[in-house]
């Protein structure tokens, strides 16, 4: 069981690379992993499947995972989920009355936009670590997973999951059941990262150019921000699609002028605006930039 793609459940797949390694998970890794792709749907994942403990998960999670930003990226982050929660109402066609859940909330932004606007907001996550805005008596949390929550079926309008489907073993029970508790006419937003964008071509030269050409470009499943699987284009609609859901909408986006990420005295300005941000620019041309988001329908 434990080689099989966690999507199509085939053993059908091909070497991607060895993962890399950081210290606090080299702690962890008692076996000989291998990033792969699978040959039918298109997933990449890890084979054997990870193994680590609840536990050991959560001493990666709280070691470095929510950074610090500048200001830039805090605006960016803002109008980016502006822009999705204008879109949803779009599609839902309504404003009121919608019933908002955040799967993997982490700070909260989300759910604190939501109860701004009058939405009925739940977020949940393994822990919590929502800033004070997001802590109003409006707002419902639940600590864990979301195949623990048990919802009545059909209760959701509008389900929020920014870049969470990549952090988890199960994403296709993840999606199936997001579909069970959302309304018929209900809107999914999926942001996810495109493991197939020029970015990680690029980068799949230069490794081999320095000798470590046998490491992964795609997913990071045991160094910071451990995505334990990954999709393209096709292995995207291909889960949409298996778990019963439409995809309405798809973007392939990315955040240009990345640098300004970084304060200008740090060497990741320097390192993002020599050799990033070229790759951005030439990466959305080619449509290979690094984001999807994508709307679903039931
Ligand atoms: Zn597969």
């Not at 470095?64 to 109008?79: D, P, V």
Request: positive net charge.
């Amino acid at each position: 069981m434990e080689n099989n793609c966690p999507v199509c459940n085939k053993i059908n797949f091909k070497f991607m690379g060895v993962p890399k390694v950081n210290s606090l998970s080299s702690g962890f890794i008692k076996t000989t992993y291998q990033v792969v792709q699978c040959k039918n749907c298109g997933l990449y994942y890890v084979a054997p499947a990870i193994s680590f403990t609840p536990e050991q998960w959560q001493a990666l999670y709280n070691s470095e995972y929510f950074a610090s930003q500048t200001e830039w990226l805090y605006n960016q982050r803002k109008k980016e989920l502006l822009g999705r929660f204008t879109k949803a109402e779009q599609l839902l066609n309504k404003k009121e009355n919608i019933n908002f859940l955040d799967v993997g909330c982490g700070e909260g932004n989300a759910l604190a936009e939501a109860a701004k606007r009058n939405w009925n907001a739940t977020g949940i996550d393994i822990t919590d670590n929502r800033n004070e805005n997001a802590k109003t008596e409006n707002i419902n949390f639940k600590t864990g997973s979301l195949l623990e929550q048990n919802f009545p079926a059909d209760t959701f309008d509008f389900v929020y999951m920014d870049s969470v489907l990549e952090h988890t073993l199960q994403p296709l029970e993840y999606l199936t059941e997001i579909k069970r508790i959302l309304k018929k006419n209900g809107i999914v937003y999926v942001g996810i990262p495109n493991e197939d964008c020029l970015f990680n071509t690029i980068r799949k030269i230069v490794f081999t150019l320095t000798g470590k050409g046998n490491i992964s470009v795609k997913i990071k499943p045991f160094d910071t921000p451990y995505h334990v699987v990954g999709f393209n284009k096709s292995s995207l609609q291909f889960i949409v699609n298996k778990a019963g859901l439409t995809l309405a909408e798809l973007e392939n986006v990315g955040r240009k002028m990345d640098f300004l990420s970084f304060k200008i005295t740090s060497k990741g300005f320097w390192i993002s605006f020599i050799f990033l941000f070229p790759i951005e620019i030439f990466g959305m041309l080619l449509k290979k930039d690094v984001y999807y988001s994508a709307y679903l329908t039931k």
